[in-house]
């Protein structure tokens, strides 16, 4: 599932942001963004555009096993590719709502 939207959000340093995203995320749902080792897996991904104080996030939670999903920058169709680490999202899928929440 994909989750687009932008928000007012200003950094200094996109890795940072990135990381403390993540943890937002992780923290307020049962969902693994990120691994920090090749042996670890993941049920979803985030790309953050950083673009001076408006963000504009794509937010992915997995809905099947062995399947990355990902967003064509322009047409923004998802495009899937196998990947052994990556985990179907057994939990329940926050709504848009509940994803924007945490910012």
């Known amino acids: 599932m ?45 790309s953050i555009n950083h673009i001076n104080e408006e963000h504009q996030f794509w937010i992915f939670i997995y809905s099947s096993s062995g399947v990355h999903e990902s967003a064509h920058g322009i047409t923004e169709y998802v495009i899937e590719t196998k990947n052994n680490r990556v985990k179907k999202f057994n939990g329940t899928f926050p709504s848009q709502k509940e994803i924007e929440s945490i910012f």
Request: hydrophobic fraction near 30%; proline fraction near 7%.
């Open 2 to 46: 994909m989750y687009k939207f932008t928000k007012k959000i200003s950094c200094d340093d996109p890795t940072q942001c990135c990381e403390d995203i993540i943890n937002k995320i992780e923290t307020k749902f049962p969902v693994k963004i990120h691994a920090p080792t090749k042996n670890d897996f993941v049920n979803g991904h985030i």
